[in-house]
């Protein structure tokens, strides 16, 4: 059974940084690689960055220049470095297929206080 451990969130102040890890375990396969989501209360996942050896790294327009997405392929490892944080970026990140997601883990909740 496939599952997502996500790790490294916490509370930080604005312009702080903060760095994700997910573990997964299981077999997964991805055409179109791993992402990160953010959920926020009472809405739906939002995809925020994703990478793939074919299309490479994707961000949404928000975090485009701040959070930076890597993986390591031996470890099934994948990570989201967040820099300058913002009030906004407020909310519960979990890591899964990108596009199309299956079994979410429990994520990791980042508050950014102002």
């Known amino acids: 059974q496939v599952q997502f451990v996500e790790s490294g969130g916490g509370l930080v102040q604005a312009g702080q940084s903060l760095r994700l890890s997910c573990v997964a375990s299981?077999?997964?396969?991805?055409?179109?690689?791993f992402g990160w989501y953010r959920q926020y209360p009472g809405k739906e996942h939002e995809l925020i960055a994703s990478?793939?050896?074919?299309?490479?790294?994707v961000y949404t327009e928000s975090v485009r220049g701040r959070f930076t997405i890597s993986g390591d392929n031996a470890e099934n490892t994948l990570y989201l470095q967040m820099d300058s944080l913002q009030p906004e970026d407020t909310a519960v990140y979990y890591c899964n297929r990108a596009y199309q997601p299956i079994s979410w883990g429990q994520g990791t909740q980042v508050t950014v206080s102002s």
């Open positions: 299981g077999s997964i396969f991805s055409g179109n690689g």
């Open positions: 990478i793939n050896p074919f299309s490479g790294k």
